[in-house]
């Protein structure tokens, strides 16, 4: 068998612990860079069979061209989300894994954190009572119980968000184009279409993946259709809402709050320490200004147990290729686009 030999970009410390750890069960080469992976960078790989990529790192159709020319057999996404490669240019010249599912549940916990913090004052509360302010003025909130959420996408992660929600009492309505039996079946859940979920929620959160049809999910047309005073979540993908139109809601009252744990032009910030720096992003910048807005850096997968996930799987995937194995998480361009299931014709391989 030939030894994976990988090279990880956009590392970070805790991702070098955490796959130092899990490697000691695979013993594979590794070698550790800071830098996302980009067509400038994409030259520091010399000798390595394996790229290791995560959600900032852009794969494009130059990056491809020269990491198949210099021998890369797979790239290894430790993420679940693929939008930032191009599949057309990858397929028949490397293969793509990825981590599908690593803590549904801890995704769907930061997503109803937001949701308490925001309703309940909580940011606001903490930096309060630390300059001895403990006037209540401006922070009442609203009882969970007996509201309705809206959750745009039903996969493990939201179907982990409707159990959650369903247990503070609330009526929850889901949206999703495969709809799930088992959610189907559960009391105060129902699917809907999205214009019925856009009118009746009080909550809306984003769970789904973004693609073509996803892509701004949310404007301004979306935002007409809500309640006054409705909450926005979303931990999935920045462009699934257009921010420009929330900043707009936000504005005229139309959204009471906003939890953002991505944003769409966070790859020059998210993950990164920039404290030091003059903040050039304007829409980033007057997102922060609201008092009624949270952004975190995309840290909802951010728990140990997701973490020993994404690595064990994200080395399960390096090590069944090179054994030659089926590839279960495997995504190439026919798959995603539906025109084909080629790990059936191709013995657990897309080529």
Do not use: W
């Not at 028949?92 to 801890?106: D, G, L, N």
């Not at 809306?204 to 073509?212: A, D, R």
């Not at 892509?215 to 921010?243: C, H, P, Q, W």
Request: with cysteine; hydrophobic share 40%.
């Amino acid at each position: 068998m030939e030894t994976p030999k990988i090279m990880f970009f956009d590392t970070k410390p805790y991702d070098k612990d955490i796959f130092v750890e899990v490697n000691k069960e695979f013993n594979f080469d590794i070698k550790f860079l800071k830098y996302h992976l980009t067509s400038e960078t994409a030259l520091l790989v010399k000798d390595c069979n394996t790229i290791c990529a995560f959600v900032d790192d852009q794969i494009g159709q130059q990056v491809i061209k020269y990491l198949s020319e210099e021998g890369v057999k797979i790239i290894a996404l430790r993420c679940a989300g693929y939008n930032n490669i191009d599949l057309k240019a990858a397929y028949e010249k490397i293969h793509v894994v990825r981590v599908p599912a690593y803590s549904p549940h801890a995704i769907a916990e930061h997503a109803v954190a937001l949701m308490l913090s925001l309703n309940r004052k909580i940011h606001r509360a903490y930096f309060r009572t630390r300059d001895t302010n403990f006037s209540l003025h401006g922070l009442m909130g609203f009882d969970m119980y007996g509201k309705t959420a809206g959750v745009i996408g039903t996969g493990k992660i939201g179907k982990a968000l409707v159990k959650i929600l369903l247990g503070f009492g609330m009526k929850v309505y889901g949206y999703d184009i495969n709809r799930d039996p088992v959610l189907n079946g559960l009391k105060n859940f129902e699917y809907t279409g999205l214009e019925t979920l856009f009118q009746k929620s009080d909550i809306i959160s984003l769970n789904c993946p973004l693609t073509k049809e996803t892509e701004y999910i949310i404007n301004a047309t979306g935002f007409s259709k809500m309640k006054d005073g409705v909450m926005i979540i979303n931990t999935g993908r920045g462009k699934l809402i257009k921010t420009s139109d929330l900043i707009d809601a936000l504005k005229s009252g139309k959204v009471s709050a906003a939890g953002l744990d991505v944003y769409e032009e966070e790859s020059e910030y998210f993950f990164e320490d920039k404290s030091d720096q003059i903040m050039t992003d304007d829409i980033l910048a007057r997102l922060l200004t609201f008092n009624n807005v949270i952004v975190t850096s995309h840290q909802g997968f951010f728990t140990r147990e997701a973490m020993l996930n994404i690595a064990q799987t994200t080395m399960q995937n390096i090590s069944d290729y090179f054994q030659g194995k089926n590839l279960p998480n495997e995504i190439c361009y026919h798959c995603v686009i539906g025109s084909a299931d080629c790990r059936k014709k191709n013995n657990g391989r897309c080529f």
